[in-house]
């Protein structure tokens, strides 16, 4: 009875967490999409560090939701091997988190490099009308102009002297940027501007892998308490 019990206490504390897992897991998807949306709006060509590091989030998000299903299969079911699946699966996924961790802490100057330099790649193609669209989206939601700063354009074949897109300018209308006064421009360059973006998506992708590794813990000890409550519950039978 004590066992039974026991077993039923673990079972709805380890319901509990199954709730927040889910919800970790989910949160978990959002956050890699958004960070992947963020470097593909930035960075264009190839695959980077960042955006391998966005897709592994978003991996690791979908996968934590599949295993919280095993593991309220095996608590409805009280299910032994179910259950030691799961927190297997859940140790794994912790000991993958701290690699993404460590991942994303190596690769953030490499990111910020490659980000400048595929940009200023982009600034010598602004004639494409393509890539001007994609640059001046950039420069207008981040009121930014430029890579370090509105003086890059000066080097650019497609722009005449005195002259930056129109926008790079505050209040951003036809033909502001020709014959422009600094006034009336973003002098700042986007490099910097999308940097600081880019770090507050990581720093959203730190804590909320420091809250997921929390619940995971528990949920690894809520596992193994309810493993060991069924084999005890075997070993009465």
């Known amino acids: ?17 199954l709730l927040a897992f889910c919800a970790c897991a989910v949160g978990l998807i959002a956050v890699g999409v958004r960070f992947h949306l963020v470097l593909n709006q930035t960075i264009t060509q190839g695959a980077t560090p960042g ?16 295993v919280a299903l095993v593991g309220c299969c095996g608590a409805c079911k009280e299910n032994y091997c179910l259950m030691i699946t799961f ?27 490659e980000f400048n330099k595929d940009f200023r790649q982009q600034m010598q193609n602004y004639s494409n009308n393509q890539t001007a669209l994609v640059l001046d989206w950039m420069q207008e939601h981040f009121n930014c102009c430029g890579a370090a700063n ?7 074949p497609s722009m005449a002297k005195n002259q930056v897109p129109d926008s790079c300018c505050i209040n951003v209308t036809v033909g502001c940027g020709t014959n422009f006064n600094k006034e009336a421009i973003h002098k700042e360059g986007c490099v910097e501007k999308i940097g600081d973006e880019l770090r507050k998506n990581v720093l959203v992708v730190a804590a909320a892998a420091l809250g997921i590794a929390f619940v995971e813990v528990l949920g690894i000890v809520f596992a193994c308490c309810l493993v060991k409550s069924i084999r005890s519950g075997y070993e009465v039978m």
């Open 87 to 113: 927190a297997i699966f859940l140790s794994l996924i912790l000991l993958v988190e701290v690699v993404v961790a460590i991942a994303g802490y190596v690769f953030r100057d490499k990111l910020r490099s």
């Open 150 to 156: 509105y003086t890059d354009w000066e080097n650019i």
């Open 51 to 66: 955006s391998l590091l966005s897709v592994v989030i978003i991996a690791v998000g979908a996968f934590l939701f599949l």
């Open 1 to 17: 009875m004590a066992v039974e019990r026991g077993m039923k206490c673990v079972k709805f504390l380890l319901y509990v967490f």
